[in-house]
């Protein structure tokens, strides 16, 4: 079974600009979970789809969007990206269920904001 | 707040050595799970071991065990007879359930190095 993909795995983009990550679950797993890595913050939530319904969202501003299509695929979105939000942005993929379902990490897309 | 704290962000154990990542979380939930994620340099993230906080035996996986303190509120991972390999960014997580959903959190990490 293949594990989560993420597209692209790295992006150089400008102050102003905004940006598309795309992350591909594993198949059968209903649960998209986005998160931003930077050193020393850990690994910042940033929101969760369930069945094409955001279930559950962290502590950032509107920039930072996203959606989840019926076949589970989902999509990150930031607008008027500022050089606070390079950072590693990590997909995990899950059951979605109760119980012992565990997150799969994607590769991560690599952001550079100029 | 739900946190969850790493106080060692580097460490360094010697190939075939024993080594403990220490970490704290702060809930006053009493239905949660406990993780350990590892991140190699190639920065895929996988599953080290994971605990059920109403299970009181501590988890174990081959070389990697837990030590897990439930009032203490503490979660720390031993790596025994570490390998080069195990290089790599621990970090420690716990999830709850939130608003018919789940949410994790994760401490900051902590970078181990393994000396030949």
């Known amino acids: 079974k293949a594990g989560v993909t993420q597209t692209p795995r790295y992006l150089i983009k400008t102050r102003g600009q905004q940006v598309t990550l795309s992350c591909s679950p594993i198949s059968g797993h209903r649960s998209v979970s986005w ?16 069945s094409e319904t955001q279930r559950n969202k962290g502590n950032f501003p509107g920039r930072f969007s996203g959606r989840q299509f019926s076949n589970s ?19 995990a993929s899950s059951l979605g269920g109760t119980g012992r379902n565990e997150q799969f990490f994607g590769p991560g897309t690599r952001l550079t904001v100029l | 707040a739900q946190t969850v704290t790493q106080s060692q962000p580097e460490m360094s154990v010697q190939e075939a050595e024993t080594v403990t990542l220490s970490c704290t979380y702060d809930t006053s939930e009493s239905d949660y799970y406990l993780f350990w994620y590892k991140q190699p ?46 290089a790599a960014m621990y970090f420690c997580a716990y999830r709850v359930p939130t608003s018919g959903t789940y949410k994790y959190i994760f401490g900051t990490g902590t970078r181990l190095k393994v000396l030949a």
């Open chain 1, 73 to 91: 695929r989902s999509e990150m979105n930031v607008s008027t990206l500022e050089l606070g939000d390079s950072a590693l942005y990590l997909c």
């Open chain 1, 35 to 50: 998160y931003q890595q930077t050193p020393g913050q850990g690994l910042q939530f940033l929101f969760e789809y369930f």
């Open chain 2, 41 to 86: 340099p190639s920065r895929q993230m996988i599953l080290v071991i994971r605990q059920e906080a109403y299970k009181q035996q501590n988890a174990t996986e081959n070389r990697f065990s837990v030590n897990f303190q439930k009032a203490a509120k503490s979660f720390s991972l031993k790596i025994s007879d570490s390998q080069l390999g195990d």
